[in-house]
């Protein structure tokens, strides 16, 4: 309602159409508004931590804002999981991959695993499970069940070895997913999220009276 509001509302005193499915998606006003923490009254992303966590990751991109709405959770904030992704952001991290195909399953989040689609991508390219098993692992992390849990790392670790991924880099990826899998946040949420996020920053970085 508000969005729409405003849109009305900029038609009427400045002639301009807005249409929010078509707004691009790279507004330099618009990242900056979010780094300098300027968020009151964004989606998701008013809250005094939230605006502090936007200073000091400077978001610059979507795929920011996606993994910044997933990783802005009370497990990951715990975990320092948010402080590790700010430091790979800012390069005072370096981004190792374990395997060569993990990087464009997780590159977008700087090699930190914030999504459970993630997860599930890994366990199937890695260790060529089906994805239905994939799923099933992804709940299983959610809800920290160590005896399934257990279950699944055999599997994963079996299908590693037949693809040829040694146990010891088979074991530090699945306990790794185990670790950020239990925090793990579900991505198209996350996105959808991120573009009504998008949507209420591009206006009011743009037509602040209006918005």
């Known amino acids: ?5 405003a849109v009305k509302h ?9 249409r929010l499915d078509a707004l691009p998606l790279d507004d330099a006003k618009t990242f900056q508004l979010f780094s300098d923490g300027q968020t009151l009254g964004i989606f998701q992303f008013e809250s005094s931590g939230m605006r502090d966590t936007l200073r000091k990751a400077k978001p610059d991109r ?6 910044l709405n997933a990783l802005y959770r009370p497990g990951p904030l715990r ?19 374990e395997l060569p195909a993990l990087e464009p399953i997780l590159q977008d989040s700087y090699g930190v695993i914030a999504f459970q689609e993630q997860v599930m991508r890994i366990a199937n390219q890695m260790a060529g499970l089906p994805m239905s098993d994939c799923d099933a692992l992804r709940k299983a992390m959610g809800k920290k ?3 399934i849990l257990a279950q699944y790392k055999e599997m994963f670790l079996e299908g590693a070895k037949k693809l040829n991924v040694s146990a010891e880099i088979a074991r530090s990826v699945f306990d790794l997913m185990a670790y950020f899998g239990g925090y793990g946040f579900n991505k198209s949420h996350s996105a959808a ?11 009011k970085a743009n037509h602040p009276l209006e918005y």
């Open 1 to 5: 309602t508000l969005l729409d509001d």
């Open 10 to 18: 900029i038609a009427e005193t400045e002639g301009e159409t807005i």
């Open 62 to 67: 979507f795929e920011d804002l996606i993994s």
């Open 79 to 97: 975990g320092g999981v948010v402080d590790d992704y700010i430091a790979r952001r800012h390069g005072k991290v370096e981004i190792e991959y």
């Open 145 to 147: 069940k160590p005896e």
């Open 193 to 203: 999220y991120g573009i009504l996020c998008y949507q209420t920053a591009y206006l």
